[in-house]
């Protein structure tokens, strides 16, 4: 009986020959031949001899792999911590480079300039390895962020907001828009190295809007339409929410222009306070939580789903909202994301 055909040790990686040296000796102790031990494992039977010669002398454990030291490092301690903080911090463009991300000729040229050590790419490619960098895919930020309007929001304005709103026992709401549609694809899948996996996909775009509203409570509001939100859209929505509360509602939401249209302005006139509106500081969607639930219901629902038609669309977003809504423990652990946690 041949399992194995003579091999080349080469080919193959240091933990299967260990299984194999390892194996063979327990063989040959059940009381096989080191003949037919060869012939299961594709070995001269005088490599058998050899491995019950190592483990009679030191045991098993003389024929485990032993580790393989790596190519030295053409970088010092100091010099690959240096570089990672480079790398982790700051982005090529700082260097003059021209691009916003990461490449392994870029880094390659980064290190000839600060540390004058030439490194070739795949060098460069097993250096980032060894120091755990790894290719990932950035988040965008907002070149007009400003941190100081940031700061104050998080340390001046919202403590206010939250203070007003116990003064009046209103409940303080977060709330934003997105829109979703078929052809929307995010996440990841299995399958052999360098052979990409094709999915089943529609060739229609359909599109819905949704609007939502959270507490830190854990309370959920949602509202989902092929309509796209204007200022009428969106003061139906205010007077739905409004409709369902016996206290007074505070509103904090993004500054899209819908939300300032005359019409919003007009209603709110007409509640006399019971819907108060605050805007976030410009370009910072991180300062509110629904953004949150648009990863949940977007990234992590419909893109893992083949949805052909509009009315399967808006089936799938509303069932992934009203399962959310109907957590209210979940909608409470949006509120842990370090970014908002600023909203408890």
Not at 166 to 185: M, N
Not at 218 to 241: A, R, W
């Amino acid at each position: 009986m041949k399992i194995m055909k003579n091999f080349d040790g080469r080919s193959l990686a240091h933990s299967t020959l260990e299984y194999i040296r390892i194996q063979a000796v327990k063989a040959i102790r059940r009381g096989m031949s080191a003949r037919e031990v060869g012939e299961i494992f594709g070995v001269h039977r005088s490599k058998v001899y050899e491995w019950v010669k190592k483990a009679e002398k030191k045991g098993l454990a003389a024929l485990n792999a032993k580790p393989v030291p790596g190519r030295k490092s053409m970088l010092n301690e100091q010099q690959q911590k240096v570089l990672a903080f480079l790398v982790c911090v700051f982005t090529p463009l700082d260097f003059e480079f021209g691009t916003i991300l990461w490449t392994t000729e870029i880094i390659r040229t980064l290190i000839e300039k600060e540390f004058s050590i030439c490194m070739s790419r795949s060098a460069v490619g097993r250096l980032l390895h060894k120091i755990d960098l790894t290719p990932q895919r950035p988040i965008r930020r907002a070149v007009e962020r400003d941190p100081v309007a940031v700061d104050n929001w998080i340390n001046n304005e919202f403590p206010k907001i939250k203070e007003l709103a116990k003064k009046e026992g209103a409940t303080i709401y977060f709330l934003d828009e997105a829109s979703v549609r078929t052809d929307y694809h995010a996440g990841t899948t299995w399958s052999f190295e360098g052979l990409t996996p094709v999915i089943p996909a529609t060739g229609g775009r359909y599109r819905i809007n949704m609007i939502a509203s959270i507490t830190n409570e854990g309370e959920m509001h949602f509202q989902i339409g092929p309509q796209s939100l204007n200022g009428d859209t969106f003061v139906e929505y205010l007077k739905n929410l409004a409709g369902d509360a016996s206290h007074p509602i505070f509103i904090v939401t993004d500054g899209y222009s819908a939300h300032h249209a005359k019409v919003v302005k007009e209603y709110l006139e007409t509640t006399n306070g019971k819907v108060k509106m605050f805007f976030l500081p410009t370009y910072s969607p991180h300062l509110n939580p629904v953004e949150l639930v648009w990863n949940n219901i977007k990234s992590q629902g419909i893109a893992r789903y083949l949805i052909r038609s509009l009315n399967e669309l808006t089936k799938k977003a509303t069932e992934l909202l009203e399962s959310l809504k109907a957590m209210p423990e979940k909608v409470r652990t949006l509120f842990q994301e370090e970014s908002v946690q600023y909203a408890l």
